[in-house]
């Protein structure tokens, strides 16, 4: 936990925090896109190609020429979430599916390596 905490005491502490849905395939896309979570009785399935428009956050430092990666413990094709996030526009896209199951020997060389 020191590293952890070293991060905490540079970082900034928020009193009273919200998520806009307690399951993670709606609170994700309302914390990227600005946009309430859908809200059904049952589980939203994304669609392959989603008619309507989306801009997320991920989006505008990359107009600005910034390089943009995802990274996502959750497994993210779960009801075709990976369809809203849309993976091909970033430069890296990790998720649960796509992590090594065991540690690297050297974590920080492997890193940089990429």
Same mark, same amino acid.
């Given at each position: ?13 928020? $009193? @009273? ?5 307690? &399951?993670?395939? !709606?609170?994700?896309?309302? /914390? ?5 979570? #859908?809200?059904? $009785? @049952? ?5 392959? &190609?989603?008619? !309507?428009?989306?801009?997320? /956050? ?5 107009? #600005? ?24 526009? #970033? ?24």
């Amino acid at each position: 936990m020191p590293v952890v905490e070293s991060i905490a005491r540079e970082g900034r502490v928020y $009193a @009273d925090c919200l998520s806009p849905s307690s &399951h993670t395939d !709606y609170a994700t896309p309302s /914390l990227l896109s600005s946009q309430s979570p #859908l809200r059904a $009785a @049952d589980f939203h399935a994304y669609p392959r &190609h989603p008619a !309507y428009p989306r801009v997320l /956050l991920h989006d505008i430092p990359q107009a #600005l020429g910034y390089r943009v990666a995802v990274f996502s413990s959750q497994e993210e094709s779960w009801c075709g979430m990976i369809h809203y996030l849309r993976p091909d526009t #970033l430069d890296r896209f990790f998720d649960a599916s796509t992590f090594a199951r065991t540690p690297p020997a050297d974590p920080e060389a492997e890193a940089v390596a990429r």
